[in-house]
């Protein structure tokens, strides 16, 4: 379900190219088992009030969540957090998947494939953060070059 200007659609994305498949962890699986076991229990306790629908992600009586409900949680937990900077986004987790991933050793072109980027420039340019730890091993390592080197 995803929410375009004021418009609901359902069942679709909002362009072809977002479509996409991930493979799905086992801890993911049994995470969305136990989902509907519990989404089981509380259609027999709602009765005829439970709303029925093909979603995962829904409230106790089968309501699915809106569209904007996931970033305006989001938004609040990091408001409530003092250790979070206000200007934390939900789609801000991409740009630190995309970090993470680099930082495990993973390609720019695998990163890119995750992400399902056009091309490798919108990953690198936009989602790679490099930590200050980094820049200053980087930077270490260049000073004990040109040591060497004179």
Not at 22 to 46: A, D, S, V
Not at 99 to 124: C, F, N, P, R
Request: charged share 30%; net charge positive; aromatic share 10%.
């Amino acid at each position: 379900m995803i929410k375009v200007k004021e418009k609901i659609a359902k069942d679709t994305t909002k362009t072809e190219a977002s479509y996409r498949t991930y493979p799905l962890h086992n801890y993911i699986g049994n995470m969305l088992l136990e989902m509907r076991n519990r989404q089981k229990k509380n259609r027999l306790l709602f009765g005829n009030e439970y709303q029925d629908s093909d979603y995962i992600f829904t409230w106790q009586d089968g309501r699915p969540f809106s569209p904007n409900y996931v970033t305006k949680a989001f938004k609040k937990i990091v408001g409530q957090s003092e250790h979070l900077s206000s200007d934390l986004t939900f789609h801000n987790l991409r740009k630190s998947c995309v970090s993470m991933l680099l930082e495990e050793g993973y390609s720019v072109k695998e990163i890119q494939e995750w992400v399902e980027h056009a091309d490798a420039s919108t990953t690198m340019n936009i989602y790679v953060k490099v930590k200050e730890s980094k820049k200053r091993d980087i930077g270490d390592k260049m000073g004990r070059k040109f040591s060497q080197a004179i």
